[in-house]
């Protein structure tokens, strides 16, 4: 069974609230769930220590189990100074270095001139 570490949407229309949870990768994503593991409210300040909240120690048990966190996810994880495997700090970096920003023509034609 594939099991990721992701968001599930709750709350009132034009007010969503999320709740970080471990689920069965072929549940929809507001479905059932293995675990609640965490919040994430986007509607707080960015500051403030309440946005995202955590069970530590059920992430690091989930991740050691090998449970895939999203990209969200594994930002909120990263920001909140938990280790990641890894397995997936390796793919967090080839996707970052992926995302390397290619010049455009104008910035070619201005830099060759």
Known sequence: MAVKIRLARGGA?????????????RV??????????GTYNHLQKKDDENRVTF??????YWLGQGA????????FIQAAGIKLPASIEKKVAAKVKGQVKKPSK????NTAS
Request: hydrophobic share 30%; aromatic share 8%; glycine share 2%.
């Open 68 to 75: 895939q966190p999203t990209e969200r996810v594994i930002k």
């Open 28 to 37: 929809p994503r507001d479905g059932d769930f293995i675990e609640k593991v």
């Open 106 to 109: 104008k910035e070619l034609k």
């Open 13 to 25: 229309k034009k007010v969503p609230y999320y709740r970080v949870v471990v689920a069965d990768a």
């Open 55 to 60: 069970k530590k120690d059920r992430i690091e």
